[in-house]
Protein backbone atom coordinates (compact mmCIF):
# COMPACT_ATOMS: atom_id res chain seq x y z
CA UNK A 1 0.00 0.00 0.00
CA UNK A 2 0.77 3.28 -0.86
CA UNK A 3 1.95 5.56 2.24
CA UNK A 4 -0.26 8.20 0.93
CA UNK A 5 -3.10 5.54 0.87
CA UNK A 6 -2.18 4.14 4.71
CA UNK A 7 -2.51 7.87 5.89
CA UNK A 8 -6.14 8.15 4.52
CA UNK A 9 -6.89 5.01 5.43
CA UNK A 10 -6.19 5.85 9.31
CA UNK A 11 -7.59 8.94 9.22
CA UNK A 12 -10.54 7.96 7.51
CA UNK A 13 -10.82 4.96 10.44
CA UNK A 14 -11.36 7.48 13.76
CA UNK A 15 -14.13 9.95 13.30
CA UNK A 16 -12.90 13.83 13.03
CA UNK A 17 -13.03 15.00 17.05
CA UNK A 18 -13.80 11.64 18.37
CA UNK A 19 -11.09 12.55 21.08
CA UNK A 20 -12.52 15.53 21.68
CA UNK A 21 -15.89 14.99 22.14
CA UNK A 22 -16.44 12.80 25.22
CA UNK A 23 -17.78 15.23 27.25
CA UNK A 24 -20.11 16.66 25.23
CA UNK A 25 -24.26 15.91 24.67
CA UNK A 26 -24.75 14.74 21.12
CA UNK A 27 -28.83 14.81 20.65
CA UNK A 28 -30.99 16.11 18.53
CA UNK A 29 -32.97 19.13 19.77
CA UNK A 30 -35.95 18.11 18.56
CA UNK A 31 -35.44 15.27 21.78
CA UNK A 32 -34.33 17.89 24.08
CA UNK A 33 -36.18 18.28 27.51
CA UNK A 34 -37.09 21.85 27.87
CA UNK A 35 -35.42 24.25 30.44
CA UNK A 36 -38.89 24.13 32.95
CA UNK A 37 -38.06 20.47 32.86
CA UNK A 38 -34.15 20.91 34.34
CA UNK A 39 -35.61 23.86 36.26
CA UNK A 40 -38.38 21.54 37.99
CA UNK A 41 -35.68 18.28 38.19
CA UNK A 42 -33.15 21.00 40.41
CA UNK A 43 -35.78 21.56 42.42
CA UNK A 44 -37.31 17.85 43.38
CA UNK A 45 -33.30 17.81 44.45
CA UNK A 46 -34.19 20.97 46.87
CA UNK A 47 -31.39 22.74 44.51
CA UNK A 48 -31.82 26.69 44.09
CA UNK A 49 -31.04 27.67 40.40
CA UNK A 50 -29.08 30.61 39.48
CA UNK A 51 -28.74 29.96 35.97
CA UNK A 52 -29.21 27.06 33.38
CA UNK A 53 -27.43 27.41 30.23
CA UNK A 54 -26.20 25.10 27.04
CA UNK A 55 -22.24 24.07 27.03
CA UNK A 56 -20.84 21.55 24.68
CA UNK A 57 -24.46 20.48 23.83
CA UNK A 58 -25.61 19.39 27.56
CA UNK A 59 -27.33 21.79 30.03
CA UNK A 60 -25.55 23.21 32.79
CA UNK A 61 -27.01 24.81 35.74
CA UNK A 62 -25.20 26.91 38.33
CA UNK A 63 -26.92 27.54 41.66
CA UNK A 64 -26.62 25.96 44.98
CA UNK A 65 -27.16 21.99 46.35
CA UNK A 66 -29.98 21.47 49.37
CA UNK A 67 -26.81 21.89 51.69
CA UNK A 68 -26.62 25.70 50.60
CA UNK A 69 -23.29 24.75 48.73
CA UNK A 70 -22.42 25.98 45.25
CA UNK A 71 -22.68 23.60 42.38
CA UNK A 72 -22.22 23.64 38.89
CA UNK A 73 -24.14 20.16 37.27
CA UNK A 74 -23.95 18.81 34.07
CA UNK A 75 -27.11 17.51 32.42
CA UNK A 76 -28.06 15.12 29.64
CA UNK A 77 -30.56 17.29 27.34
CA UNK A 78 -32.93 14.15 26.85
CA UNK A 79 -33.22 12.30 29.31
CA UNK A 80 -32.04 15.10 32.37
CA UNK A 81 -29.63 12.11 33.63
CA UNK A 82 -26.89 13.91 35.76
CA UNK A 83 -23.75 13.75 34.21
CA UNK A 84 -21.34 15.84 36.27
CA UNK A 85 -21.51 18.00 39.58
CA UNK A 86 -18.80 20.13 40.75
CA UNK A 87 -19.25 21.43 44.25
CA UNK A 88 -17.39 24.84 44.58
CA UNK A 89 -16.77 26.62 47.93
CA UNK A 90 -15.22 30.13 48.16
CA UNK A 91 -11.83 29.21 48.60
CA UNK A 92 -12.16 27.02 45.15
CA UNK A 93 -14.00 30.29 43.03
CA UNK A 94 -10.67 32.52 45.41
CA UNK A 95 -7.81 30.22 44.07
CA UNK A 96 -9.15 30.24 40.42
CA UNK A 97 -9.73 33.63 40.38
CA UNK A 98 -5.78 34.09 41.54
CA UNK A 99 -4.67 31.05 39.02
CA UNK A 100 -3.66 29.28 42.01
CA UNK A 101 -4.99 25.41 42.23
CA UNK A 102 -3.34 23.87 45.86
CA UNK A 103 -4.65 21.29 47.33
Not at 16 to 27: I, K, N, P, S
Not at 45 to 62: A, H, N, P, S
Not at 74 to 96: C, F, N, S, W, Y
Amino acid sequence: MRPALAILACVAAFPAGAALADDDCFVPMADWKPREAVAAMAADLGWTVRRIKIDDGCYEIVGTDADGRPIEATVHPGTLAILEIEHRDKRDRQRDREGRHDN
